[in-house]
């Protein structure tokens, strides 16, 4: 494989950069959210890494991330947008107060090692709180439990141990447990896909393959997170087969997560779909009402003994958030985030109308708003046909509509730019961001386009 090979295809590429004055992005902060949020939430968010189309901010705990990603997280991508429109996704490192400074120092000392040590460092370092004693169980994911733990028990007798399931159901967290469950007897390496990816362009880059292969196939458990992401990438399927293979060979167990089932990976070749298939597959689901209820009652916990406060939910309470989050388990997490925060700013036991009030806006935008929704009310809007505004074609009254639909994509929802293009018949993330670019001019220009956009969005929101 040389780097031409890789030049060719339309792979993703995240390369640190140094571009953006975090001070100046504080002030910004400040003027948008007011003193009050800025000096208790935004001030404390320090900057850790800057990528071309990502950043990577330091945050004290996980209840603040939970707290600033529920309710901030679309304006503050807004804002650091308007400094560097390539940025489409923030990740939020949690540090600890007391190690904060610390820990700044030793990632600066890490650009100097090499970049694969970088990574075991930053990105393969289990989670601790994601263990199998805070893993509650219900319906939809006992077997998936149930098999991750007897992975941990008998090496190799299920490999490739395969779990899938939608997005925030809980995958990271059991991959995460069985790392640490295996960590103290064996050599495990935990990666995303998509890190997987980036070191191993770094790799080409510095011609270093032979210590990436080496670092890669050492494990003795070896656990990658989202597969679905090597979709449509030959040359890291390619690498990825190798690793797998020699893996396997010397009887590794190896831990894979996705989004579906293994037959499902479109644009991955087959001999990979009938490897990853080739040992046990294990599906969660979408949670129940009392698997929901048992999630607020641990993570209730939880921040009890984190904060060393008490948390006052009534059952109906519980009852009523537990019924209303509808998608993910990720989802109920940032919802009964929102609901104590509440409780605990105005010094009150809720009741179930206090709650709905809080959740008015959560809702709404979570749940009504999809890219597909956008996409049918605005050829609808338009009078053009959904087939005639995903299409190639590029005459102004499809390109327009088409704009339009995308800016309001990166607008109301939290999919990335890449995801959009992806909606749009696969169209490339740079297309979105001209999309955006320009609605955005358009909308402040002409009086038409406004109305346009602010009665669309009033549609959406109905
Ligand atoms: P996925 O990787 O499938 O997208 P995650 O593992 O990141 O989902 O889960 C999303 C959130 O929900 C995490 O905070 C995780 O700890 C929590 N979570 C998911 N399932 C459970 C469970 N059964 N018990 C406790 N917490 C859970
Ligand atoms: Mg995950």
Known sequence: MDKNNIKKQNVYISEEEKTIDWNEIQNAFKKTFGTEIFTSWL???????????????????????????????????????????????????????SSRTQDVVKIDELNKVTEIKDSILNYNRLNPKLNFSNFVEGKSNEIALSYSKKVCEHISRYNPLYVCGGVGLGKTHLLNSIGLELQSDNNVMYISAERFMYH??????????VNFKDFFRKSSVFIIDDIQFIRGK??????????????????????????????????????IKSRL????????????????????????????????????????????????????????????????????????????????????DVFSQIRVVTVDKIQ???????????????????????????????FLAKKMTSRSLPEIGR????????????????????????????????????????
């Open 423 to 462: 909606r749009f018949a696969n169209r490339d993330h740079t297309t979105v961001i001209h999309a955006v670019k320009t609605i955005t001019r358009l909308s402040e220009q002409d009086d038409e386009m406004k109305k346009n956009i602010s009665q669309l969005k009033g549609l959406l929101l109905e």
């Open 200 to 209: 191993f362009i770094k790799s080409i880059k510095k011609n270093d393959m």
């Open 234 to 271: 030959e040359s890291l399927q390619e690498e990825f087969f190798h690793t797998f293979n020699s893996l396997m060979d010397k009887g590794s167990q190896i831990i894979i997560s996705a989004d579906r089932t293994p037959m499902k990976l479109d644009r991955v070749q087959d001999r």
């Open 43 to 97: 001030q404390k968010i320090t900057l850790i890494k800057e990528y071309n189309d990502y950043l990577i901010l330091g945050v004290p705990t996980r209840f603040f991330r939970d707290w600033i990603v529920s309710r901030y997280l679309d304006k503050i991508l807004e804002q650091v947008r308007s400094f560097k429109l390539s940025l489409n996704r923030i990740e939020f490192k949690i540090i600890e107060e």
């Open 277 to 360: 298939a080739g040992g046990l597959v294990v599906d969660i689901e979408i949670p129940d009402l009392d698997l929901k209820i048992n999630i607020i009652k641990e993570k209730i916990l939880e921040i009890q003994n984190q904060f060393k406060e008490k948390i006052d939910l009534s059952d109906e309470v519980i009852n009523y958030i537990a019924n209303e989050s509808k998608t993910n388990i990720r989802e109920l997490i940032g919802i009964l985030n929102r609901v104590i925060a509440f409780s605990r700013v105005h010094n009150k036991i809720l009741t179930v109308n206090d709650c709905k009030n809080i959740l008015k």
């Open 376 to 406: 049918n009310i605005v050829s609808n809007f338009f009078n053009i046909p959904l087939s005639d505004m995903l299409s190639q074609r590029r005459s102004r009254p499809l390109a327009r509509p088409r704009q339009i639909a995308m």
